[in-house]
């Protein structure tokens, strides 16, 4: 035990006079490595921990790198190696002490302030066949926040934490927390009050006629039927709201010159909010006639 051998310990950093008007946007390295030379008592009692190795380290003392809306604040144990030594142990002589860490770094970014978007993250478990959600109407809509200039930079949305919804057939009406990221140091408002209105869903149907499409004018057509029933399932709500001139059905006079016996109806024009469209007929017969 009185023998003297190599080993390696971890020295505690203490950071002190974090700057002001900034915020930490990196991890805070906590310790780092150190290979020593001691004797083996010595280094029995360490690794018991009855003996511990802190090292306080002044920030304000430190060397700057600015790196666009970063901070880097850089300390060098290599540079250091007296404090590193009266950490471990004041006996211990300059260069007995040798750190496996090239660099510490910490780094801030300054504080300001900037108006983000309220945004309801969400996800339904268990959606409901004949029930829809509408889009969340968020109180407040934008918030304030302050945090790290180079992170809000790069974001203009601030989402609540992750919810889980089950089946609802009710209005989602209640507050919800704000999930902080990383070099956001406060809220103006650290919740937001979402209402998401449940409607229900209702099949409806209409019947519009049938256009041709780049017909000739030389040409007469008669088609057989001349309209089709459009049926589709929209939010009970907008159901006064749908009319026949929001739809539009043709068939194309190029399946004619294909010679197909039956043309393919299709949609050229309907409301983006219904959904399960069905058309029917699918397809329709014709006759061709040159006019008179």
């Given amino acids: 035990f009185s023998e003297e051998r190599n080993d ?173 990221p990383r070099g956001i140091d406060s809220l103006h408002n650290d919740s937001v009050h979402v209402f998401m209105e449940v409607e229900a869903l209702k099949e409806s149907e209409v019947t519009v006629p049938i256009s041709i499409l780049d017909a000739p004018d030389s040409l007469e057509f008669k088609l057989f039927p001349n309209e089709v029933k459009i049926t589709f399932i929209c939010i009970e709500s907008d159901v006064k709201k749908i009319v026949d001139k929001d739809f539009q059905a043709s068939v194309h006079f190029e399946d004619v010159k294909s010679s197909f016996k039956r043309l393919n109806v299709m949609l050229n024009k309907y409301p983006q909010s219904i959904q399960n469209i069905r058309i029917e007929p699918a397809n329709v017969e014709y006759i061709i006639k040159t006019k008179d």
């Fill in 8 to 180: 390696t310990v971890d020295v505690q950093l203490n950071f002190t006079n974090y700057p002001k008007n900034e915020i930490l946007v990196s991890s805070v390295p906590r310790s780092i490595s150190v290979t020593i030379q001691a004797q083996g008592f010595e280094l029995i009692s360490r690794s018991f921990g009855f003996r511990k190795s802190n090292l306080d380290i002044d920030i304000s003392k430190l060397k700057v790198i600015n790196r666009d809306d970063e901070k880097h604040y850089v300390w060098i144990p290599s540079q250091h190696s007296i404090e590193v030594s009266q950490a471990i142990d004041s006996k211990l002589k300059e260069n007995e002490a040798l750190s496996k860490t090239d660099t510490v770094r910490l780094i801030f970014s300054e504080k300001v302030e900037k108006i983000l978007i309220s945004k309801f993250n969400y996800h339904v478990k268990k959606a409901r066949e004949h029930f829809i959600l509408k889009q969340p109407i968020l109180s407040p809509d934008k918030v304030v926040v302050r945090g790290a200039k180079s992170i809000l930079n790069k974001i203009d949305t601030l989402y609540t934490e992750l919810s889980d919804l089950e089946l609802l057939d009710t209005d989602l009406d209640q507050s919800y927390k704000f999930e902080i």
